[in-house]
Protein backbone atom coordinates (compact mmCIF):
# COMPACT_ATOMS: atom_id res chain seq x y z
CA UNK A 1 0.00 0.00 0.00
CA UNK A 2 1.48 3.31 -0.75
CA UNK A 3 1.90 6.23 1.42
CA UNK A 4 -1.22 8.45 1.69
CA UNK A 5 -0.10 12.26 1.31
CA UNK A 6 -3.21 13.65 2.26
CA UNK A 7 -3.54 11.82 5.61
CA UNK A 8 -4.70 14.51 8.13
CA UNK A 9 -1.53 14.22 9.93
CA UNK A 10 0.63 14.22 6.71
CA UNK A 11 -1.47 17.49 6.47
CA UNK A 12 -0.81 18.53 9.89
CA UNK A 13 3.38 18.34 9.27
CA UNK A 14 2.66 20.29 5.65
CA UNK A 15 0.66 23.23 8.41
CA UNK A 16 -2.43 22.43 6.10
CA UNK A 17 -4.10 21.50 8.99
CA UNK A 18 -4.00 23.28 12.55
CA UNK A 19 -1.93 22.10 15.67
CA UNK A 20 -0.18 22.92 18.48
CA UNK A 21 2.50 20.04 19.35
CA UNK A 22 3.81 19.90 22.52
CA UNK A 23 6.75 18.74 21.03
CA UNK A 24 8.26 19.20 17.50
CA UNK A 25 11.51 18.19 16.18
CA UNK A 26 13.32 17.14 12.93
CA UNK A 27 12.34 13.08 13.96
CA UNK A 28 8.82 13.74 15.81
CA UNK A 29 5.47 16.08 16.44
CA UNK A 30 3.57 15.44 19.34
CA UNK A 31 -0.01 16.77 20.08
CA UNK A 32 -2.92 16.21 21.89
CA UNK A 33 -5.46 13.56 20.74
CA UNK A 34 -8.61 15.42 19.29
CA UNK A 35 -10.66 13.09 21.06
CA UNK A 36 -8.94 12.01 24.58
CA UNK A 37 -9.68 8.32 25.65
CA UNK A 38 -7.71 8.90 28.90
CA UNK A 39 -7.05 11.83 31.12
CA UNK A 40 -3.48 12.35 29.26
CA UNK A 41 -3.85 11.11 25.61
CA UNK A 42 -1.13 12.02 23.21
CA UNK A 43 -0.42 11.04 19.64
CA UNK A 44 3.62 10.81 19.04
CA UNK A 45 3.77 10.63 15.00
CA UNK A 46 7.27 10.66 12.89
CA UNK A 47 7.75 13.28 10.47
CA UNK A 48 8.78 10.59 7.56
CA UNK A 49 6.08 9.39 5.15
CA UNK A 50 5.78 6.28 7.34
CA UNK A 51 2.18 4.35 7.19
CA UNK A 52 2.52 2.10 10.75
CA UNK A 53 4.85 0.28 12.73
CA UNK A 54 5.60 -2.18 10.31
CA UNK A 55 6.65 0.07 7.59
CA UNK A 56 7.94 2.68 10.01
CA UNK A 57 10.64 0.00 11.37
CA UNK A 58 11.80 -1.11 7.51
CA UNK A 59 11.84 1.84 5.85
CA UNK A 60 12.99 4.69 8.58
CA UNK A 61 16.75 5.20 8.89
CA UNK A 62 18.23 4.60 12.12
CA UNK A 63 18.42 7.90 12.92
CA UNK A 64 15.25 8.48 12.76
CA UNK A 65 14.29 5.51 14.60
CA UNK A 66 16.14 6.83 17.22
CA UNK A 67 14.91 9.99 17.16
CA UNK A 68 11.29 9.01 17.13
CA UNK A 69 11.99 6.95 20.56
CA UNK A 70 14.07 9.55 21.95
CA UNK A 71 11.11 12.15 21.01
CA UNK A 72 8.97 9.52 22.91
CA UNK A 73 11.10 9.75 26.13
CA UNK A 74 11.07 13.37 26.01
CA UNK A 75 7.19 13.73 25.95
CA UNK A 76 7.39 10.92 28.52
CA UNK A 77 9.39 13.43 31.10
CA UNK A 78 7.64 16.67 29.57
CA UNK A 79 4.43 15.15 30.82
CA UNK A 80 5.73 13.64 34.19
CA UNK A 81 4.79 10.35 32.66
CA UNK A 82 8.30 9.02 33.36
CA UNK A 83 7.07 8.77 37.30
CA UNK A 84 3.74 7.60 37.21
CA UNK A 85 3.79 5.39 34.16
CA UNK A 86 1.84 5.44 31.09
CA UNK A 87 0.91 2.73 27.90
CA UNK A 88 1.79 3.11 24.44
CA UNK A 89 -0.14 1.73 21.77
CA UNK A 90 0.07 1.83 18.32
CA UNK A 91 -2.58 0.64 15.76
CA UNK A 92 -1.74 -1.52 12.23
CA UNK A 93 -4.05 -1.73 9.34
CA UNK A 94 -7.81 -3.01 9.20
CA UNK A 95 -8.38 -5.02 12.29
CA UNK A 96 -6.57 -2.71 14.45
CA UNK A 97 -9.20 0.16 13.19
CA UNK A 98 -6.47 2.18 12.74
CA UNK A 99 -7.87 4.98 11.54
CA UNK A 100 -4.94 8.07 10.13
CA UNK A 101 -2.52 5.92 7.87
CA UNK A 102 0.73 7.81 9.33
CA UNK A 103 2.22 6.10 11.98
CA UNK A 104 1.59 7.28 15.54
CA UNK A 105 1.90 5.75 18.97
CA UNK A 106 -0.78 7.02 21.30
CA UNK A 107 0.58 7.70 24.98
CA UNK A 108 -2.41 7.39 27.67
CA UNK A 109 -1.79 8.43 31.04
CA UNK A 110 -2.28 10.45 34.06
CA UNK A 111 -4.19 8.22 35.81
CA UNK A 112 -4.61 4.11 35.82
CA UNK A 113 -4.89 3.23 32.06
CA UNK A 114 -7.16 -0.17 33.19
CA UNK A 115 -7.31 -2.85 31.30
CA UNK A 116 -4.99 -3.50 27.90
CA UNK A 117 -7.70 -4.85 26.06
CA UNK A 118 -11.53 -3.03 26.85
P1 LIG B 1 -5.82 5.40 15.05
O1 LIG B 1 -7.17 4.74 15.11
O2 LIG B 1 -4.81 4.65 15.86
O3 LIG B 1 -5.39 5.66 13.64
O4 LIG B 1 -5.98 6.78 15.81
C1 LIG B 1 -6.08 8.01 15.16
C2 LIG B 1 -6.30 9.05 16.22
O5 LIG B 1 -6.10 10.32 15.65
C3 LIG B 1 -7.69 9.05 16.85
O6 LIG B 1 -7.57 8.81 18.25
C4 LIG B 1 -8.23 10.46 16.54
O7 LIG B 1 -8.98 11.00 17.61
C5 LIG B 1 -6.96 11.23 16.31
N1 LIG B 1 -7.07 12.39 15.44
C6 LIG B 1 -7.61 12.46 14.19
N2 LIG B 1 -7.48 13.69 13.69
C7 LIG B 1 -6.81 14.42 14.61
C8 LIG B 1 -6.36 15.77 14.68
N3 LIG B 1 -6.57 16.64 13.68
N4 LIG B 1 -5.72 16.17 15.81
C9 LIG B 1 -5.51 15.31 16.82
N5 LIG B 1 -5.92 14.03 16.82
C10 LIG B 1 -6.55 13.58 15.73
Known amino acids: ?3 DQNNVFA ?3 RGEISCTP ?3 NEFAWAFHDLRPQRKTHVLLIPTGANIDAAD ?3 SASVA ?3 GFWQAFVAVQQQL ?4 TGCRIISNLGADSGQEVPHFHVHILGGE ?3 PLVG
Not at 80 to 83: F, H, I, M, V
Open 80 to 83: GLDS
Open 56 to 58: FAT
Open 11 to 13: RIL
Open 1 to 3: MAY
Open 112 to 114: PVG
Open 64 to 66: HMQ
Open 22 to 24: IFK
